[in-house]
């Protein structure tokens, strides 16, 4: 259905999840694909496993100095970069902003919101400097579109991104068309895998459930049903969407149950 053949593409935060269900996805529609992460034995195994198109670099999005790297190491071994999906992101423990830690606001500030600027800053950049445009999509989160109490940090980072994505796509729109950056957000839901492993999810009992209700349709999503949309959004079906921030949340958004 989408073809990305010749296109150089980026994720962050590849390795599992939402990250490498997208990095295959962009491996079987023929693009050339970067993947960041920061372990090297589930990189290395991603990469062996999607074949020869996939080069993973060891980069943890918290740290300056491996972001800019990591870049170089793209613009030494491609000279370009057509789309990037910043995905790499984490969450604190469940609790009231009262009794949270500082360090556990400052680890998901820096990852999620630092994180997403740091990559996104360089990618615009690349993009810029080869004039011929380009697409970024970043992870916020149903979370980040309607708060939900006992998880500010998240919250708080996952609405910054909205932000960013929102101000940065109206300073790129209005580029030639042949030069437009476009950039978006998608916004899952609960989805299986990653921060909801199974070890997690059958650990948390109640935690669960209260996931599943804040649903309308009651259910986890699955890594493919976000990757669809990241997809559609990477892709050239999406030509006239820029700065939106798109639910993938079973109806979270729509409102409370």
Same mark, same amino acid.
């Given at each position: ?11 962050? !935060? ?11 996805? +962009? ?9 960041? !992460? ?7 195994? @991603?990469?062996?496993? +999607? ?27 491609? !000279? ?5 999906? #910043? #995905? ?24 999620? %919101? ?40 998240? %919250? ?5 991104? #909205? ?11 209005? @580029?030639?068309?042949? !030069?437009?950056?476009?950039? #978006? ?45 990241? +997809?559609?959004? +990477? ?23």
């Amino acid at each position: 259905m989408y073809d990305f053949s010749g296109k150089v593409c980026l994720v962050t !935060g590849g390795t599992s999840g939402i990250g490498a269900r997208v990095s295959e996805r +962009l491996v079987e529609a023929g693009a050339r694909l970067v993947v960041f !992460g920061r372990d090297k034995d589930k990189g290395a195994s @991603l990469a062996d496993r +999607l074949g020869s198109t996939c080069h993973f670099i060891q980069c943890d999005v918290a740290d300056s100095l491996q972001v800019r790297q990591a870049f170089a190491q793209i613009e030494r071994d491609h !000279g370009r970069l057509d789309c990037a999906f #910043n #995905n790499a992101g984490v969450t604190a423990k469940y609790g009231v902003m009262a009794d949270s830690c500082g360090d556990d606001w400052e680890r998901v500030i820096n990852i999620n %919101v630092n994180g997403t600027y740091r990559c996104m800053k360089h990618e615009l950049q690349m993009m810029l400097a080869h004039g011929d445009g380009g697409v970024i999509v970043n992870t916020s989160s149903c979370a980040g579109v309607m708060p939900i109490g006992g998880q500010g940090a998240y %919250v708080a980072s996952k609405q910054a991104i #909205n932000a960013m994505t929102q101000a940065a796509a109206i300073e790129n729109a209005h @580029l030639k068309p042949d !030069g437009c950056i476009r950039i #978006n957000a998608v916004a899952p839901g609960p989805i299986m895998g990653g921060m909801n492993s199974e070890e997690r999810l059958l650990a948390a009992p109640e935690n669960t459930q209260r996931k599943i209700n804040v649903t309308a349709m009651k259910r986890f999503g699955v890594a493919d049903e976000v990757a669809n949309a990241v +997809l559609w959004l +990477l892709s050239d079906h999406s030509s006239y969407v820029t700065g939106v921030i798109m639910p993938v949340d079973g109806g979270y958004a729509a409102g409370k149950f």
